[in-house]
């Protein structure tokens, strides 16, 4: 007796998933790039604001500038590891 076991079912090849169209190049550890939002956390005051730039210092980390979205809020640059929340700025898909 064979050990081969035999199939009914015909089974087609899986679809092959389309490219995923690339945003932005991330830059920093928590992938953060300009034009996204994120909420920072300095010295216990949370508050949000939109990425302008980011730097890397000569000691390896990364420094972000930024524009918070409240005008009462003086802080315009932030480390990536006071950053508690991230909405990235999504791509608009091509029109054909």
Do not use: C
């Not at 389309?18 to 992938?31: F, I, M, N, T």
């Not at 034009?35 to 216990?44: A, F, I, P, T």
């Not at 949370?46 to 420094?63: K, M, N, P, W």
């Amino acid at each position: 007796m064979s050990d081969a076991q035999i199939s009914f079912l015909q089974f087609d090849d899986p679809p092959t998933p389309a490219p995923a169209a690339r945003g932005p190049q991330r830059l920093s550890s928590k992938g953060i790039a300009p034009g996204d939002v994120v909420e920072v956390d300095k010295k216990g005051r949370r508050f949000h604001a939109v990425v302008i730039s980011l730097q890397q210092r000569e000691s390896g980390r990364f420094e972000l500038e930024l524009r918070p979205l409240d005008n009462r809020i003086s802080y315009r640059v932030a480390s990536v590891r006071e950053v508690v929340g991230l909405w990235r700025k999504a791509a608009l898909p091509q029109r054909d």
